[in-house]
């Protein structure tokens, strides 16, 4: 789990048509439900807007202006645009080529991001995408293709009843990733799986039921992380630094929520996700 400090509020505030039609004029042609804006170049989920005006995910501000969006795109190097995106794991085994220098030689796999994303289906409420690439496990010393397919489906009802005057919007993320069996299978130490990451802008809280004794582990950073009960409470901050912690498996209870009660507009995220593999 990261706390990715994506910006202050405002940078969320990008309207649908702004964030539609500035894609759009720089040819990387959004696709739009009702209340969720997907985008292929990257395979990204960059808009969930329970009422307009109202971005429950993080937006590079860039993306507010045709000129700036055109100089992100076209920097060079990673580009991280925003939205949920899927990333592949594990990081210090696809992303770091020198281990004794992680930090000269960690790169983004241009091969997952942006990727090179294709539209398998597309009807009223659901999108469907498919990439694939060969990586490189440094660790593993091999070379691996790999398949991924995201279907976005947006969720026209809720399991659960709103309060008068909150809206809400929601999507469903089924993501497949799958290894090319035309190439040599990959060693046991090479061990790829799928790394589903939401950016939210800064200032509010992530919170995570645990069952049994947490154990968060931290990766860098100043942890901001605290216990409360059987809760994991985060802050995200709004200032532009990060850290990073993670938590077993079996410790999680397939919950997550996300607070930002202090923002203009208070809104709250849930994410539910299946704890296990196949």
């Avoid at 507010?64 to 991280?80: D, K, P, Y």
């Avoid at 770091?96 to 796999?109: I, L, N, Q």
């Avoid at 991924?148 to 993320?173: H, M, N, Q, W």
């Avoid at 582990?217 to 850290?243: I, N, T």
């Amino acid at each position: 789990m990261t706390s990715e400090s994506s910006g202050s509020w405002i940078s969320t505030r990008l309207e649908m048509k702004t964030t539609f039609e500035t894609l759009t004029s720089l040819g990387k042609d959004p696709l739009r439900l009702d209340k969720t804006l997907v985008l292929p170049f990257g395979g990204r989920i960059m808009g969930l807007y329970p009422q307009p005006g109202l971005n429950a995910l993080w937006v590079n501000p860039a993306l507010g202006a045709a000129a700036s969006a055109h100089a992100l795109l076209t920097g060079g190097g990673w580009t991280n645009l925003g939205g949920d995106r899927t990333w592949i794991s594990p990081e210090f085994d696809l992303f770091v080529s020198d281990a004794s220098r992680p930090g000269e030689t960690y790169k983004v796999p241009a091969g997952f991001d942006p990727g090179h994303y294709r539209v398998v289906s597309q009807s009223a409420n659901a999108v469907e995408l498919e990439t694939a690439a060969v990586v490189d496990f440094y660790r593993s010393g091999c070379k691996g293709r790999l398949s991924l397919r995201k279907r976005i489906t947006e969720l026209a009802a809720f399991d659960f009843t709103l309060p008068a005057g909150v809206s809400a919007a929601g999507y469903e993320l089924v993501s497949t990733l799958s290894a090319d069996r035309t190439l040599p299978a990959l060693p046991a130490s090479a061990r790829p799986a799928l790394w589903n990451l939401l950016q939210v802008a800064g200032g509010g809280e992530i919170v995570i039921p645990f069952k049994g004794a947490a154990s968060p582990v931290a990766y860098f950073g100043k942890q901001q992380g605290r216990q409360d009960g059987q809760r994991l409470v985060a802050s995200v901050p709004a200032a532009r630094e990060s850290y990073k912690f993670g938590m077993m498996a079996d410790q999680c209870r397939g919950l997550m929520l996300y607070l930002n009660l202090a923002a203009p507009q208070p809104f709250v995220i849930v994410r539910r996700f299946s704890v296990g593999s196949a």
